[in-house]
């Protein structure tokens, strides 16, 4: 059974700062992998998806990264700003269609 | 892409009742997916919703609880059945598209069972 870490469980930061959120799993046959942004109140928004066939993908400021051998996925955030503090989930993708989630990191970006 | 509407957003339900959440895709998707979110908590996958046929329910969830309905490719029904306060949760519908293999979610229902 397919398990999902994220670490940290919650971060804050001043404006400016560069940050790295961090998404392990056990099982390394995956399908794909996706990190989420859910703000309190409201549903998930997709960030980015990688396959499992790539090693990173770009959007923005964001980057993230796969290392399926190790079981790791970083979701690189530059010159974070307030309108970055959420919660951010990383969801892994099995064949059957399904995912399984981490409990996320709450990141706070203060002014 | 795909834009997922659900419906009720929101509602505050009597213990007992059961109460239908409605799941609308604005175009034909493969997979769709019934996820919960307790309070504080991450996401749970409830059931695949299949076309046709009856869902497939995860682990700690039943049919009998959680009647689903996929009449077509782009609706699909959660019902939520003879509520109880551990039931107050936001549920979310959830598809997977063949064109380019994201997942997509809708806003959610937050549901409070009083």
């Known amino acids: 059974k397919q398990e999902v870490t994220q670490i940290p469980a919650a971060l804050s930061v001043p404006e400016g700062e560069n940050l790295v959120l961090n998404c392990s799993f056990t099982?390394?046959?995956?399908?794909?992998l996706q990190w989420f942004r859910q703000d309190p109140g409201k549903g998930l928004t997709s960030l980015l998806l990688?396959?499992?066939?790539?090693r990173e993908q770009t959007s923005g400021r964001l980057n993230a990264s796969l290392d399926k051998s190790s079981g790791r996925s970083t979701l690189y955030i530059a010159a974070s700003q307030p309108g970055d503090s959420a919660t951010y989930l990383c969801?892994?993708?099995?064949?059957?269609?399904?995912?399984?989630f981490g409990d996320g990191t709450t990141l706070t970006v203060k002014p | 892409s795909a834009v997922i509407s659900q419906k009720p957003s929101r509602d505050i339900c009597q213990r007992g009742t059961s109460l239908t959440i409605q799941c609308q895709v604005d175009?034909?998707?493969?997979?769709m997916f019934w996820y919960r979110q307790q309070p504080g908590q991450s996401l749970t996958l409830i059931a695949t919703?299949?076309?046709?046929?009856?869902?497939?329910?995860e682990s700690g969830f039943v049919i009998d609880k959680f009647p689903i309905s996929r009449p077509n490719l782009t609706f699909s029904t959660l019902t939520v059945s003879n509520m109880s306060p551990e039931d107050s949760s936001i549920y979310l519908c959830?598809?997977?598209?063949?064109?380019?293999?994201?997942?997509?979610f809708g806003e959610g229902s937050w549901l409070t069972v009083v």
């Open positions: 990688i396959q499992s066939s790539q």
């Open positions: 959830s598809v997977r598209t063949a064109a380019d293999l994201t997942i997509y």
């Open positions: 099982d390394s046959a995956i399908y794909n």
């Open positions: 919703a299949n076309q046709g046929s009856e869902a497939t329910y």
């Open positions: 969801a892994v993708g099995g064949d059957a269609g399904k995912s399984t």
């Open positions: 175009s034909q998707v493969t997979m």
